[in-house]
């Protein structure tokens, strides 16, 4: 059986400067690829690092949960998990009061 995925393709015009543009050409060679497929993957791979560095930094001021950044990079917990971890962002954020409490709280419950 065999899947079939259509794409729906909206046309976009852009003016780039001229070293963009030379950037562009470099890359058609090498890839040797058409100048659309080219802007598009730059432009898909643009737009993937720009949800990760967004949702790093979001988790990292605070501004959203561990769950939520990893929706925003479109990213799997496990896999926005390792990403946080090599940009070296901690998202577990414990108070020293919050500590001391847990661990008051752990030794109670141990000696019932």
């Known amino acids: ?20 543009e030379k950037e562009i050409l470099e890359i058609i060679k090498k890839e040797k690829l058409d100048k659309a497929t080219v ?10 690092e720009w949800r990760k560095q967004t949702a790093l930094e ?9 769950a939520k950044a990893a929706d925003i990079a479109k990213l ?5 998990a390792d990403l946080a971890k090599q940009h070296n962002i901690e998202w577990i954020r414990y108070e020293p009061e919050d500590i001391e409490r847990e661990f008051k709280e752990a030794t109670a419950a141990k000696h019932k």
Request: hydrophobic share 50%; proline share 5%.
């Open 1 to 20: 059986m065999y899947t079939v995925v259509v794409l729906t393709l909206k046309p976009l015009a852009v003016r780039v400067p001229a070293e963009l």
């Open 39 to 48: 802007v598009r993957n730059l432009l898909e791979t643009g737009i993937t």
């Open 58 to 66: 979001l988790l990292q001021t605070g501004k959203v949960t561990f």
């Open 76 to 80: 799997s917990l496990w896999e926005f």
